[in-house]
């Protein structure tokens, strides 16, 4: 279902690519947008879910449906009362928010009155797809993971339906993007509540702040707040330092940022949905074998997958870039500009993924206190970095240094689960790394010689360069996973251990 999601979300890019392009009104969306969206990650998806879950799994395991329905109804109250008034104050003083997120446009008064206009907009986007990200966590905690991993299509399907069908009617065209945004969160939001009325868990909802579930959940959103959301602070420092540079730079980040997420959405977060409700009942059983094997197993399929969609978008960013924007609006200028960053960000890729599995070590534990410790210390390295690099890799300096940032991030948790005692490598890891690397190697080898150069790829027709790309793509994965059983692997080493 999550794959679906990314599909449409590819198409829902290519639209907005070929219609508007890179230019200074795409820019301005693209900061509208991202802002309520960074909010979403942080307050929804982020913090709340990573505390929300252990929490209620604990309630499911150990007490009665009663408690449950209790626990929802005043998570639910509070979590839309505190949303709801910081939804209202966003929309009074949006000017100052496009100033702290992006300081830049303040030179192009144009720009930053669009932005403006279509961040009052978007912004009660963060209150409706944060009560979605609710109704989600309660359903994956029962099992149902399917309907919160299809949701997000229909964003998707609003903002296309935007962008072919509802430009026309506004003096700014751009503006109807902003429009979809904000029926998107009413219409994700409904399509979850039937699933929760199903379960009988459909909220009604209390403010009551102290209440013993809530308090507990507060407790541990605080901290993760941050540390749980560090990856998407520091992209959000990307689009903010990029508001200095050239026009076009925001959506070269964009773009590349996007293509970098599909297999980190993909798999990345569809692994972790289905890791932290278990990881979260084991530590309620007290069964901290279970729990180890669990960690364990998800980092053998980070790995297994991650590596190559790494070298993929490394070696195929050109082909990858000219094949799904390179039409209309978007420049051959656009695709090599966009090409630097997303090979800046690839580097970092398997650095987003651990980040997500290892943290969720930590919060089924309800242990915030250690990731934040380890974010600070990667914020400060990325801030560092950003300014030592964007003077002369301009945007992708800024996709470097949030990558080279995330792989420290994702090597200190790792450490931390191992200091704590919580997690001990099963055997086999050496020869499982080594069977990587031969298989790794020989794909890279083959998309390096037969990919070709970027200027050859400009110059194919539409039809031409999706039969090569998919073709390359094919060829890619037949000599990976054929090298992974030539030398050794078996399904054996990468299934969950009882």
């Keep these: 279902m999550t794959f679906i999601s990314r599909i449409l979300g590819f198409i829902r890019d290519v639209v907005i690519a070929q219609i508007f392009g890179?230019?200074?009104?795409?820019?301005?969306?693209?900061?509208?947008?991202?802002?309520?969206?960074?909010?979403?990650?942080?307050?929804?998806?982020?913090?709340?879910?990573?505390?929300?879950?252990?929490?209620?799994?604990?309630?499911?395991?150990?007490?009665?449906?009663?408690?449950?329905?209790?626990?929802?109804?005043?998570v639910a109250g509070n979590l839309g009362g505190i949303l709801f008034l910081i939804t209202v104050i966003a929309i009074c003083t949006a000017p100052l928010f496009v100033l702290i997120f992006a300081p830049g446009f303040i030179h192009y008064p144009e720009k930053y009155d669009l932005t403006v206009a279509m961040l009052q907009i978007t912004f009660p986007y963060l209150l409706l797809i944060a009560l979605t990200a609710f109704a989600g966590a309660v359903l994956n905690t029962y099992g149902q993971f399917a309907v919160p991993a299809l949701t997000p299509v229909l964003l998707n399907i609003c903002l296309i339906s935007a962008a072919l069908w509802f430009t026309p009617y506004f003096e700014q065209p751009i503006m109807a993007l902003a429009y979809g945004v904000f029926i998107a969160g009413f219409v994700q939001l409904a399509f979850q509540l039937p699933f929760l009325y199903r379960l009988k868990l459909l909220p009604k909802p209390r403010f009551n702040r102290h209440d013993e579930g809530v308090k507990r959940i507060h407790q541990l959103m605080i901290p993760a707040l941050f540390g749980v959301s560090v990856s998407q602070i520091n992209l959000l420092v990307d689009t903010l330092m990029a508001s200095f540079l050239m026009t076009g730079s925001v959506s070269w980040l964009y773009y590349s940022d996007r293509l970098m997420e599909f297999p980190v959405g993909v798999f990345g977060i569809a692994l972790v949905t289905v890791m932290l409700p278990n990881l979260s009942k084991s530590v309620a059983r007290g069964d901290m074998r279970d729990y180890n094997n669990s960690l364990d197993w998800a980092l053998r399929w980070v790995f297994l997958i991650g590596v190559p969609s790494m070298l993929g978008l490394i070696t195929l960013a050109g082909p990858m870039l000219t094949?799904?924007?390179?039409?209309?609006?978007?420049?051959?200028?656009?695709?090599?500009?966009?090409?630097?960053?997303?090979?800046?960000?690839?580097?970092?890729l398997l650095g987003f993924v651990l980040i997500k599995v290892l943290a969720s070590g930590f919060y089924s534990r309800q242990d915030t206190r250690t990731p934040v410790k380890i974010a600070v210390i990667a914020m400060t390295t990325n801030m560092v970095l950003n300014l030592t690099f964007i003077w002369h890799l301009a945007h992708a300096g800024l996709a470097l240094a949030t990558s080279l940032a995330a792989l420290l991030n994702a090597s200190l948790l790792y450490q931390g689960l191992r200091k704590q005692g919580v997690f001990q490598p099963l055997p086999g890891w050496r020869n499982f790394l080594l069977r990587i690397l031969l298989a790794n190697s020989a794909m890279a080898l083959l998309l390096w010689w037969g990919s070709g150069s970027l200027s050859?790829?400009?110059?194919?027709?539409?039809?031409?360069?999706?039969?090569?790309?998919?073709?390359?793509?094919?060829?890619?994965?037949?000599?990976?996973?054929?090298g992974l059983v030539v030398f050794g692997l078996r399904f054996s080493h990468i299934s969950l251990k009882a």
């Design 22 to 74: 890179a230019s200074a009104s795409t820019d301005a969306f693209l900061v509208a947008f991202k802002i309520p969206n960074f909010m979403r990650r942080l307050f929804a998806e982020g913090a709340f879910s990573q505390a929300f879950t252990p929490v209620l799994s604990e309630y499911k395991t150990q007490r009665d449906i009663t408690a449950v329905k209790h626990l929802v109804d005043h």
């Design 323 to 348: 094949t799904l924007f390179h039409n209309g609006a978007f420049s051959d200028h656009d695709v090599m500009m966009t090409a630097r960053s997303l090979v800046a960000y690839a580097i970092g």
């Design 456 to 482: 050859e790829w400009l110059t194919m027709g539409m039809i031409e360069r999706v039969l090569t790309l998919f073709g390359w793509i094919m060829a890619g994965m037949v000599v990976y996973f054929g």
